[in-house]
């Protein structure tokens, strides 16, 4: 009898998805099908998705309405929350407003971002003067460039809502904070997806060994501790605990009734704003 072909599967070495994917990538999920995993930061595997590589990827929320046509999104896996949102790093206190950034220039991780989509949705609410030239530039080097005075501002992700003050910055303003204010949904941030082209039956197979991955991490999570730390780039055990406290809730288990709400949300205001395409009505079913 033929061995299972393990499923090419890609996220990111942060803590909150070494900590998900654990489980299922060790071999623990009882009837789990095998994953080959490759560790690539988000807008990389963004990229990978566009192009149709690999059979399962973490990706950003934004670039769903470009690959739903091929993949289909995963209720079980990803990264939704409250209080978990992106930052606009500034390195002079300023007055917290949004026109502080009329015509400046802003550090971003990726134009496909869901963080971009979020500070996109705010800055046209709050930034009447609009903001001046994007940048875009590896997360890890965003801080240091509003820092040294390369950019007048950057937005962040991850762990640098807990180490920004580490380089002197201040936070002008949190687009979580701006989209629960308005709307009064979780934010949505990075989606688990797979190849269509698996079939329903294995999709749901996949949704449900994410799932089972994630409450054995929850029942034992010292037993991931060192992939997760092996993995987030000296980061302190401190702060990888506070990320995966963060990005690691419900909605990671599964997305509900509020969880689709918030996606679609986000992706029909951003259509509405033509930062991205319109998804058809059934395009987030599996």
């Known amino acids: 009898m033929s061995q299972e072909r393990a499923l090419r599967i890609a996220y990111s070495p942060c803590p909150n998805d070494t900590f998900v994917f654990h489980a299922w990538a060790h071999g623990l999920v009882p009837g789990a099908p095998p994953i080959d995993v490759t560790f690539a930061d988000i807008d990389i595997t963004n990229g990978m998705a566009e192009r149709g590589e690999f059979d399962v990827l973490k990706v950003s929320y934004a670039v769903l309405p470009y690959v739903l046509d091929e993949y289909a999104l995963l209720p079980a896996g990803g990264a939704l929350g409250r209080g978990c949102g992106p930052l606009v790093l500034t390195r002079d206190e300023g007055t917290g407003k949004g026109a502080d950034l009329s015509g400046r220039t802003v550090a971003v991780p990726s134009e496909r971002s869901t963080a971009y989509l979020l500070f996109r949705l705010w800055a046209a609410a709050e930034v009447p003067g609009g903001v001046g030239e994007i940048v875009v530039l590896p997360f890890h080097e965003i801080m240091p460039a509003v820092r040294d005075g390369r950019v007048d501002a950057g937005l962040v ?106 996606i679609r949300g986000l992706l029909t205001r951003a259509a509405a704003e033509g930062l991205v395409p319109p998804l058809g009505p059934h395009a987030l079913d599996l």
């Open 157 to 262: 992700i991850h762990e640098a809502r807990f180490t920004y003050q580490d380089y002197g910055l201040h936070k002008l303003a949190d687009m979580g904070e701006h989209w629960e204010r308005t709307t009064t949904l979780p934010i949505p941030l990075g989606a688990i997806i797979a190849k269509r082209s698996l079939g329903e039956e294995r999709l749901r197979e996949l949704a449900a060994a994410a799932r089972t991955s994630v409450h054995m991490a929850w029942d034992e999570p010292e037993v991931s501790r060192d992939y997760v730390m092996e993995h987030a780039q000296e980061m302190d055990p401190k702060v990888a605990d506070q990320h995966i406290g963060l990005y690691v809730n419900e909605f990671t288990s599964a997305l509900g009734e509020e969880g689709y709400a918030a």
